[in-house]
């Protein structure tokens, strides 16, 4: 077990390309930079670069750009540790992490938390079947491996991303059975594109990646139940009504299914700002709970600043602005100002990128009614095993937020710490209690934020009171 305990200016946690941008910003300011990232290349899941040059993924845009990232991080002396998982941190910027078994502790005078999204999961019936997984899986498995998550897939959800993953399967050769999205076309979207030019080349690029899987496209339509005996075997597509209500009469069964890839976009992963005591708000358009920032990037606690989609779903390009401006301001907040001219013009490209990921998700409103047509019996929380039944009865009880659930069902309490659950759970508080979703509260972090072995948990605690002696 190697252990790694550093001093730094600026700690970047995360590294995607809102991460990237925040380090090379800080490093060019002449601050020392060290970023963090749970993968074994920085570049996150956007960036994510192949296994090999040659492939199918190795000259497309979002690798080479990531690339390059990379390289001009490394070139400025940025210092990268991968593999590294953050499982703690606390006030004053001592941060602890499981690099593949060894103990890190890193104690840092400003932070930087590009910590990214995940995906925003909706129970539906027969979720917990073999065969079924997230749009995203799906993708990064792709672009791991080249390989399908199976013969014949049904790709459903709704938004933007599961263009990129349909994209996905046809950059690389790969064949999509259906593609099911719950909106239909509007004219509204040729109208934000036309408001915003530069982004029609890469709609018409994911259009025709599309149509290279060759997937039956059904635009107003909705996954309502993947089928089969103890692993997937077909799903269950029904059309939907003027408000959105699945029509069960009209439904039909497609039989020879072995995968499902299911996506409603994405919530910020804000566990860190949260244990560090920065505030927080509630925007659904922006994925739910979002870390509150203001124009540096800095959160309510001084030193501390986010960026990419912690603080608001958006993308690459937002991700990348903010992560720039945070870069900066981190470091002029350690006394570093070698780089500050670009700031107002920053200013003024991210809010330009932020209106139109505003547009995109009013095009894309996250369907949470789709928890109203789940059974009592179906399974809410996987890592405890917690079904709709015990959270309607925890409720009859007298729990009025996410914390009284988990209390009363241990919803949120398994390894994932209610990621995958905590949009289900708040949904369906919400409208038990016929309260906004923004009054049922998120799941708060504690020790550890993963799993970690207690050995290297006690071993990189033991580093920081090293290093603070040191």
């Known amino acids: 077990m190697t252990a790694v305990a550093l001093h730094c200016d600026v700690l970047v946690l995360g590294a995607g390309p809102a991460g990237m941008a925040a380090a090379a910003a800080a490093r060019e300011s002449g601050a020392e930079v060290v970023c963090v990232d749970l993968f074994a290349c920085p570049g996150g899941q956007y960036h994510m670069q192949p296994p090999s040059a040659s492939g199918a993924f190795g000259a497309t845009s979002q690798v080479v750009e990531g690339r390059a990232a990379e390289r001009r991080c490394r070139e400025l002396g940025v210092r990268f ?17 499981n690099q593949a078994g060894s103990p890190v502790a890193i104690r ?73 999205e719950m909106q239909r076309p509007r004219l509204s979207a040729l109208a934000l594109l036309a408001r915003n030019p530069g982004r029609l080349a890469e709609a018409a690029k994911l259009m025709r990646g599309l149509r290279r899987s060759g997937a039956r496209v059904l635009p107003g339509h909705q996954v309502v139940e993947a089928l089969g005996d103890g692993r997937l075997e077909a799903v269950r597509i029904a059309p939907l009504d003027a408000s959105g209500r699945p029509r069960m009469h009209d439904s039909f069964t497609v039989e020879n299914i072995d ?89 003024g490209q991210l809010r330009g990128a932020r209106n139109f990921a505003a547009g995109l998700a009013r095009l894309f409103p996250f369907p949470g009614h789709l928890i109203e047509q789940l059974g009592e019996d179906e399974t809410i929380c996987r890592c405890e095993d917690v079904k709709a039944s015990d959270i309607s009865a925890a409720i009859s009880d007298g729990a009025a937020d996410a914390f009284g659930v988990k209390m009363w069902t241990r919803a949120g309490m398994g390894p994932c710490q209610g990621r995958i659950c905590g949009t289900a759970l708040s949904e369906m508080l919400a409208r038990r209690l016929g309260q906004p979703v923004s009054d049922t509260g998120y799941n708060r972090p504690h020790m550890p934020l993963r799993p970690v072995p207690l050995a290297v948990a006690d071993a990189a605690l033991g580093l920081m009171s090293e290093l603070e002696e040191g």
């Not at 925003?120 to 080249?146: D, E, Y």
């Not at 800095?298 to 937002?318: K, N, Q, R, S, Y």
């Not at 002029?332 to 920053?346: C, D, H, I, K, Y």
């Open 81 to 97: 540790l991968e593999r590294t998982e953050v499982f703690w941190a606390e006030p004053g910027f001592a941060t602890f992490a």
């Open 108 to 180: 840092s005078d400003a932070m930087v938390v590009a910590s990214g999204a995940m995906e925003r999961a909706v129970p539906f019936k027969g979720w917990t079947l073999p065969g079924v997984m997230t749009a995203g899986g799906a993708q990064r498995l792709i672009k791991a491996s080249n390989a399908a998550p199976g013969r014949n897939v049904v790709l459903a959800g709704s938004g933007p991303f599961l263009l990129a993953v349909a994209n996905t399967f046809g950059t690389a050769g790969l064949k999509l059975d259906f593609y099911v």
């Open 259 to 347: 995968a499902l890839c299911v996506g409603y976009g994405f919530r910020p992963v804000i566990d860190v700002t949260s244990l560090l005591h920065a505030a927080h708000h509630f925007d659904d358009a922006l994925g739910g709970w979002v870390c509150s920032v203001d124009e540096a990037q800095a959160t309510t606690v001084p030193g501390l600043f986010a960026a990419g989609e912690a603080t608001g779903i958006g993308g690459a390009v937002p991700a990348r602005l903010s992560g720039r401006l945070a870069g900066l301001h981190a470091a002029a907040f350690t006394g570093r100002r070698g780089v500050q001219g670009e700031v107002a013009s920053l200013r």
